[in-house]
């Protein structure tokens, strides 16, 4: 289970924190991701990493603005990000899938276990 939380509404420039809760698997085995989709758009990759560490994934266009981390004794991730912008806006969702690796962080398919999302809106 996936629980995420945090989102809002900020003015463009702004920074917000999600962070996702998860629970119910054996996390060492898995990778936990931040996917976004704004309406009328498809679901993307944010950014990922193995529970067990490693290297981050991060979408080439959020380099920079955007931060994942983790809390091992608190089972959670979270996305920290700054200077929002109005295409920032999306329903955010944490997700969690096994065996991942660097090749496959981006991808939708390979997370099996999907929170509800959050909706972050970024507007003056």
């Known amino acids: 289970q996936l629980q995420a939380s945090g989102g809002g509404l900020v003015q463009p420039g702004g920074s917000l924190g999600l962070s996702c809760l998860v629970s119910?698997?054996?996390?060492?085995?898995?990778?936990v991701g931040w996917f976004r989709q704004a309406p009328g758009k498809e679901r993307e990759a944010v950014a990922a990493?193995?529970?067990?560490?490693?290297?981050?994934f991060y979408a080439d266009s959020l380099r920079g603005r955007f931060t994942y981390s983790r809390d091992k004794a608190k089972n959670t991730v979270y996305l920290q990000m700054n200077s929002l912008r109005p295409e920032d806006t999306a329903v955010y969702y944490c997700?969690?899938?096994?065996?991942?690796?660097?090749?496959?962080?981006?991808?939708?398919?390979?997370?099996?276990?999907w929170g509800r999302g959050t909706q972050v809106t970024v507007s003056s």
């Open positions: 119910g698997v054996a996390l060492d085995y898995y990778g």
């Open positions: 997700a969690a899938g096994v065996g991942l690796i660097a090749s496959t962080y981006g991808s939708v398919s390979r997370y099996s276990y």
């Open positions: 990493r193995r529970w067990s560490g490693g290297s981050t």
